[in-house]
């Protein structure tokens, strides 16, 4: 029996691993979409089929294991509607295995175990290992029920009733440790990853970040034979700015030039803060003509916007802009950034508040 606990102990910890590694990015929470719902629900479903392939053949008719715990599993995570899922594929699975009395009794009590599992997820608000416990105990006890209903003699069988709660708690309480380990471990990656492609102060992305969606923009326009344009954008008189009014003003400009920005490009175009007071906005298929008219609104929008200071103050900026585009012949693509570059450093020269646009 103690091969047996083993056995379905790594089971329930490789599959889960392997379920996590899939879904690494979109792991299950009572927020998620439908569509990951159903499919973890459908995997928890798999899980508890293999499950009953590795059981405890208690008769003819009467097997133990452990499927109820990917079916607490994606409750505790998911709610309702991945518990549903799985404790039906099981059953199916249980049905397949064999159909006869046993398997009837399974049925409801797996649907009993969802439905109870769920609503425990819903309605109590409890510190998660004491939740998980109290998922176990109630799953557990479903299922010790309906093993005492197909068994015509429970007392001959009482020491397999109580192996199989042993194995419940062993095997329950190493899967919820691994479980959340390795989503701890995963969420902590998330957010190291995060951080280090963003600029901590606007949340835009960082100058790393710019040089590799520059680098991919110019290969996918390259191999298209298309356009690409790069706005360079650049507060005027910033230093001025922080000298005046501090540096907290000129974060908070800079963090409402930040969404400015995010909210008047198109989807799809990438917005960087390259550093200190300069931006840059990556415009994938657009000619110049739809880059220059981007420009200038963003140009005209910033001039005419309220910046509103800490302290209530509102205050007026513009900013400069060079526009650069990529034409397969006429500009190379290793020169777009210095080009718009170029073109900015002549709109700072000729007087600022203004577009220029970069040509040969």
């Known amino acids: 029996m103690i091969s047996d606990l083993i056995v379905n102990s790594s089971i329930l910890m490789s599959f889960t691993f392997i379920w ?18 159903i499919l973890d629900g459908i995997l928890a479903g798999i899980l508890g089929i293999v499950l009953m392939h590795y059981s405890i053949q208690v008769n003819n008719i ?27 594929i099981i059953s199916i699975g249980r049905f397949i295995i064999a159909y006869n009395f046993s398997s009837v009794v399974a049925l409801f009590m797996m649907l009993t175990i969802a439905i109870g599992s769920s609503l ?14 109290l998922l176990l ?19 001959k069988v009482l020491d397999v009733a109580l192996y199989h709660v042993f194995s419940t708690i062993v095997g329950g309480g190493l899967t919820f440790y691994f479980v959340s380990y390795i989503r701890r471990n995963s969420e902590l990656y998330l957010k190291y990853k995060e951080s280090s492609q ?20 110019l290969s996918k326009t390259i191999e298209t034979n298309g356009d690409c344009s790069i706005c360079l954008v650049d507060v005027d008189h910033f230093k001025q700015i922080n000298d005046t009014y501090g ?28 550093g200190g007071e300069e931006f840059s906005v990556l415009l994938p298929n657009c000619p110049i003509e739809s880059s220059t008219d981007i420009a ?33 012949g006429i500009i190379e693509p290793d020169m777009l950034f210095q080009d718009a570059d170029d073109a900015l450093y002549k709109a700072k020269q000729s007087g600022r508040n203004i577009v220029c646009i970069f040509s040969n």
Do not use: C
């Open 62 to 88: 009467t097997i133990l294991d452990l499927r109820h715990i990917p079916v607490i599993l994606v409750a505790f995570y998911g709610g309702f509607i991945p518990t549903i899922i799985s404790a039906v």
């Open 198 to 217: 963003r600029d901590s102060l606007t949340g835009l992305y960082n100058v790393r970040s710019f040089d590799y969606f520059y680098n991919t923009m």
């Open 137 to 155: 105990l109630f799953s557990q006890s479903i299922f010790s029920i309906a093993f005492f209903i197909v068994s015509e003699d429970f007392m």
């Open 20 to 37: 996590h590694q899939l879904f690494r990015d979109n792991r299950l929470t009572l927020q998620s979409p439908i569509k990951i719902k």
């Open 296 to 328: 200038e609104r963003i140009r005209k929008t910033i001039e005419n916007h309220p910046f509103v200071l800490p302290n209530n103050l509102v205050l007026h900026m513009t900013v400069s802009v060079g526009v650069a585009a990529y034409r397969e």
């Open 120 to 133: 425990i997820t819903y309605k109590i608000k409890i510190e998660p290992w004491k939740k998980w416990g």
């Open 247 to 274: 540096h907290p003003a000129g974060d908070e400009i800079l963090k409402q030039l930040a969404k400015l920005l995010t909210d008047l490009t198109r989807e799809g175009d990438i917005v960087s803060r390259n």
